[in-house]
């Protein structure tokens, strides 16, 4: 069974402005839009954890704070930040 995902609106805001920004727009919808995918499908096991219900996937250029309900089956995007690829 897949998971609803939600942004919150600072997520919203976070994910506009690193668009905006962005030289490569194209790499950023790709991310958002795989991570999103990613999420649906399995996030309790999508990135590290972190306290509680709190998760952190880096997917560079992007990294996603997110938390997860199993029982409501429900995904919740609390913020987007910018990632760097290490070297």
Same mark, same amino acid.
């Given at each position: 069974? !897949?998971?609803?995902? +939600?942004?919150? %609106?600072?997520?919203?805001?976070?994910? @506009?402005?690193?668009?905006?920004? @962005? $030289?490569? !727009?194209?790499?950023?919808? &790709?991310?958002?839009?795989? #991570?999103?995918?990613?999420? !649906? +499908?399995? *996030?309790?096991?999508?990135?590290?954890? &972190?306290?509680? %219900? +709190? &998760?952190?996937?880096?997917? *560079? %250029?992007?990294?996603?704070?997110?938390? #997860?309900? *199993? $029982?409501?089956?429900?995904? !919740?995007?609390?913020?987007?930040?910018?990632?760097?690829? &290490?070297?």
């Amino acid at each position: 069974m !897949k998971f609803t995902v +939600i942004w919150t %609106p600072v997520a919203e805001r976070e994910l @506009a402005e690193l668009w905006l920004a @962005a $030289d490569d !727009k194209a790499e950023v919808t &790709r991310v958002s839009q795989a #991570v999103e995918r990613q999420l !649906k +499908i399995d *996030p309790e096991h999508a990135g590290e954890s &972190r306290v509680g %219900p +709190i &998760r952190l996937l880096l997917e *560079p %250029p992007l990294g996603f704070v997110f938390s #997860v309900s *199993p $029982d409501d089956r429900l995904v !919740k995007v609390v913020h987007v930040v910018r990632a760097q690829r &290490r070297a």
